[in-house]
């Protein structure tokens, strides 16, 4: 169990600093004095200006503004030493420091640029822009004078030049998050001066040993992340004992911790996951008494540790060492608090219980230990082991229970609790009131929900998913909480009815109270919920004619109600603005009657119109909380995506997440009459259309042939006559699940690329079809073939896995903003989490990665 969800799991853990070491500093200007500023300089900086274009998607940034727009040739401000971003020498009037980070500046970068005009430059900073994959210069061997460079996040694509290594006085480069290839140039050993080196996050080619790292003596801070870098630990960093800052993850690098490692006293931050490290960890680590983030996940450290290995890092803010092999040992005489500890991860290792130490860590915000090998029951302590608990994830182990089976868990100032997918068992415990997300899916809890959750008034996401919880759904629950966004109570054996009435200010955006025995009416008033985006209540005993009033709510995306009674005709929408966003519907196995709701078919626009370039994304709600905590500022995202369990390509399947593109509409096994009207040829983006199992009669129109994203139709087991449209063969492109076996159809079966690949299973007890794959052939009268198809009831993980975020920024040190970036694939359905620790949030996404467009085609 415990290895489902991380099946796949590989933690890619990227991290960015946002040291912000050139700070923009703008002169101003005084009016006592004469204008500064060169002539050749001004009319420099401004066709550079002139040379680029402003562009918001140029900069990720969220204090981005276009600094160039206050550069102007004439008039009061002419005078260029005044202008944003630019900074001049007062005594001589040449411009030394040129701030250009977050500019939305969009356009190429020439070697007759005519930057490279103003050599008195000592600062350039042209970090997150768009420089549209421009090679850096050679020409910027000119700005000789130059001690600070940054030209990190801008797309500068290629070789490093050598000619920058000829700029010996910088102090300062960093080249992040572009696309530069080949190797780095031994040269840059040559930049003596360097105390601050980031090659992070390019495309370079294999680095071996980077022998010159050893001439840097003055580094202070290297981040060498995702550098492509290999073989053992580099050797030529063993001197560099002054390095407060080493980041190594997100690359090849083999064998033990080199013991040199530990002569760097210094080291604030320390990111070497992500590599290919092994061996044990060592008590060595003590020597690193300034560390404040340590980072060893995703490698392959074996072992237990002795938790006292951390003891005399008394400044330890984050300690991660999540993906290994490791198990702590805890020795319950040895107990010691890490006063600033507040972020500790041990996911998917090898703990079989919860490190005894974390008791002792009163100042514990976030504590991560899914995954894991814990057997036995939760612990009383952790309740209570740090006042500033904020979050605490234990899901994917094998807890059976809670110590004194409490009632309530103990009253703390915590905000998210994942328990789920565990064996705990008995009476579900109430939450603390503090409690936005309480997520206990998967478990084995029995009983009624308790009235009492109807306490915690802030719950914002409530997932009692997948238990044996039983009884009636307390009325409460539908109107005690001022921002409830996901009720998920689905896979239970809760009775009776629809709790209600909800309120007028209702923030539901899932709603999901599927599989279970529910009873009576769909309550009118959750049409007060225009925020549903997820509306499913399938397999329950919902008896009623269609909630037509659905319609009204502008949000909503996804509906199912298949396995329920809902029966009558359909009848038709109050205006043509129903169901505006509508993309999945699934109403199957009810007992709805009368013709297809060709009227609701021409109100479901999101479905008409195919946006090949939409960005994908999964259905999601997000829940933001903030939190004040010593100076520091948290801000919490919580993306949530639901789960559910529909027929595509004539197979159950379950989605542990819904693409934003997905779209596709079941009506099969209700009593449908009639005929299968034109206009479902207007839902040009359809992909999966299931009207199977009702009377259908009349012919397949061939606007059905205009549904080019279909790929999954199944027309089976109606009354359908006539010919199968050759449309069908010729233009439906992606066509992999077809089936109109049980009608009356007849003539030839169309040819074309799709229907090649269909075997007979999809047309027989047809008696008058006719050609390939049938053996009766077209104008020679033959018995048509006798075997039955079954089907498939298969539950499968629709889409192998995306990708989940999570954002910490940890203020490391004082005047230092750092960001730790990391993102993992999961292949269960559940949410994202994205925390972070802010002083003074700057933060890009820019390399943020997108779920890709295979997933729906799996
Ligand atoms: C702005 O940048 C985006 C992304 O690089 C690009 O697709 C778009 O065409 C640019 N817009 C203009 C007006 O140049
Ligand atoms: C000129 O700059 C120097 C340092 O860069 C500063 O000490 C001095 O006060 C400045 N003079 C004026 C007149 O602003
Ligand atoms: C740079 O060179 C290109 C041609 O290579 C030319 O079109 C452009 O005007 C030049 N720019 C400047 C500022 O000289
Ligand atoms: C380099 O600077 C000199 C002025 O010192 C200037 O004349 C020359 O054009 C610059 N070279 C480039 C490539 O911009
Ligand atoms: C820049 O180069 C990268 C990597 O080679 C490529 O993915 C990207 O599309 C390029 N961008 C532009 C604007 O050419
Ligand atoms: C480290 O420093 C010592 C003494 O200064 C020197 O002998 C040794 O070669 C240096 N090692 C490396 C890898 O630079
Ligand atoms: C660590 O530093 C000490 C003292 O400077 C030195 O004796 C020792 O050789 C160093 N260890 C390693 C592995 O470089
Ligand atoms: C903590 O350690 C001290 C000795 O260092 C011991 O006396 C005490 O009982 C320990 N406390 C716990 C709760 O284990
Ligand atoms: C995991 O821990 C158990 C003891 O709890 C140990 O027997 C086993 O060898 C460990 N596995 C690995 C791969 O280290
Ligand atoms: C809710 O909290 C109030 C005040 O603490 C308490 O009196 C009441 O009994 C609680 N309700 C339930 C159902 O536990
Ligand atoms: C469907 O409706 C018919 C009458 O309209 C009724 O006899 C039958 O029991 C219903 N079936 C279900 C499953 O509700």
New binding site residues.
């Given amino acids: 169990m415990a290895s489902f969800i991380f099946k796949n799991s590989l933690l890619l853990v990227l991290m960015h600093s946002l040291l912000v070491v050139i700070r923009t500093t703008v002169s101003t200007s005084k009016l006592s004095r004469r204008t500064l500023c060169h002539d050749h300089e001004r009319s420099a900086l401004l066709s550079f200006k002139q040379s680029l274009s402003l562009n918001k998607s140029s900069s990720g940034a969220f204090s981005a503004y276009p600094k160039t727009e206050s550069w102007k040739a004439r008039g009061e401000s002419s005078d260029c030493c005044s202008w944003h971003g630019v900074e001049c020498n007062n005594q001589t009037g040449f411009v030394t420091g040129l701030y250009l980070r977050s500019s939305l500046l969009y356009g190429t970068l020439p070697s007759n640029s005519t930057i490279f005009i103003l050599v008195h430059l000592q600062n350039l900073d042209l970090g997150d822009n768009d420089f549209r994959n421009s090679s850096i210069p050679p020409a910027i061997y000119n700005l000789s004078s130059l001690s600070g460079l940054d030209l990190s996040l801008s797309a500068f694509s290629g070789q490093i030049p050598v000619e920058l290594s000829k700029l010996s006085k910088l102090t300062y480069l960093d080249l992040t998050g572009n696309y530069l290839s080949g190797s780095i140039p031994a040269s840059v050993g040559n930049l003596t001066q360097l105390t601050h080196l980031s090659f992070s996050r390019n495309l370079f080619n294999e680095q071996g040993t980077l022998y010159w790292l050893g001439k840097l003596t003055k580094l202070t801070f290297l981040d060498l992340e995702k550098t492509n870098l290999y073989g053992k630990t580099l050797q030529s960093l063993?001197n560099r004992t002054q390095l407060t800052f080493l980041n190594l993850r997100a690359n090849k690098l083999s064998g033990e911790i080199p013991?040199?490692l530990m002569?760097m006293t210094q080291l604030t931050f320390l990111a070497l996951n992500s590599n290919e490290l092994e061996g044990q960890l060592s008590s060595s680590f003590s020597q690193l008494k300034n560390l404040e983030v340590l980072d060893l996940s995703e490698n392959s450290f074996v072992g237990t540790i002795e938790a006292g290995i951390f003891l005399s890092l008394k400044k330890l803010y984050s300690l991660t060492l999540s993906y290994n092999k490791i198990s702590v040992i805890t020795n319950q005489h040895v107990n010691f608090t890490l006063p600033n500890l507040q972020i500790f991860q041990m996911i998917s290792c090898n703990l079989s219980e919860i490190p005894y130490f974390l008791k002792f860590q009163n100042n514990l915000q976030v504590l991560y230990l899914d995954d894991n090998n814990i057997h036995g029951k939760i612990p009383y302590w952790i309740w209570n082991a740090s006042d500033s608990l904020q979050e605490i994830r234990l899901s994917s182990n094998f807890l059976t229970g809670m110590e004194h089976n409490p009632i309530a868990l103990p009253s703390t100032s915590i905000k998210s609790i994942d328990i789920s997918d565990n064996l705990l068992h008995g009476n579900l415990p109430v939450p603390p009131r503090s409690t936005l997300r309480y997520s206990v899916f998967r478990n084995r809890f029995t009983g009624d929900i308790p009235s009492a959750i109807c306490n915690c008034t802030s719950l914002e996401i409530l997932d009692l998913s997948d238990n044996r919880m039983s009884g009636p759904i307390p009325q409460c629950l539908a109107n005690s909480f001022e921002a409830l966004v996901a009720l998920i109570l689905q896979k239970n054996n809760f009775s009776g009815t629809i709790p209600e009435p909800y309120p007028e200010k209702c923030t539901l955006n899932v709603f999901d109270l599927s599989q279970n025995q529910l009873m009576g009416r769909v309550p009118k008033s959750l049409s007060n919920c225009k925020m549903l985006q997820i509306f499913d209540l399938s397999d329950n005993q919902l008896q009623q004619t269609f909630p037509d009033w659905l319609g009204t709510l502008p949000r909503l995306q996804v509906l199912i109600l298949h396995s329920n009674k809902f029966h009558g005709v359909m009848g038709s929408p109050r205006n043509s603005f129903e169901f505006p966003m509508l993309r999945i519907i699934d109403l199957s196995q009810n007992n709805l009657t009368g013709d297809l709701p060709v009227k609701y078919i021409q109100t479901w626009s999101a479905m008409r119109i195919f946006h090949p370039d939409k960005e994908l994304q999964y259905i999601e709600v997000q829940v933001t909380y903030q939190n004040k905590n010593k100076g520091d500022f948290i801000v919490w995202y919580v993306h949530y995506t639901s789960s559910i369990i529909i027929r595509n390509k004539g197979v159950k399947r379950y989605y542990g997440r819904i693409l934003n593109v997905f779209t596709s509409i079941d009506l099969s096994s209700n009593k449908f009459t009639g005929h299968i009207p034109e206009s479902f040829g207007s839902l040009e983006a359809l992909e999966s259309l299931d009207l199977s199992n009702n009377e259908l009669t009349g012919p397949i129109p061939p606007s059905i042939g205009s549904l080019k994203q279909l790929e999954s139709l199944d027309l089976s087991h109606n009354k359908l006559s006539g010919l199968i449209p050759q449309q069908l063969g010729e233009k439906l492109n992606f066509l992999a699940f077809f089936n109109v076996s049980y009608n009356l159809l007849s003539g030839p079966i169309p040819r074309g690329q799709q229907f090649e690949t269909f075997d007979k299973d999809s047309y027989m007890m047809n008696s008058g079809l006719c050609g390939l794959p049938l053996s009766k052939t077209c104008g020679s009268p033959q018995s048509p073939p006798a075997d039955d198809g079954d089907e498939d009831e298969d539950e499968s993980d629709a889409d192998g896995g995306g990708f989940i975020w999570i954002f910490i920024l940890a203020g490391v040190g004082s005047g230092l903003v750092v960001g730790i970036v990391m993102g993992n694939i999961f292949v269960d359905r559940y949410f994202w989490l994205i925390a972070g620790v802010v002083q003074n949030l700057r933060l890009t996404l820019k390399n943020r990665r997108r779920p890709k467009r295979q997933n729906i085609r799996g």
């Fill in positions: 063993s013991l040199w002569n």
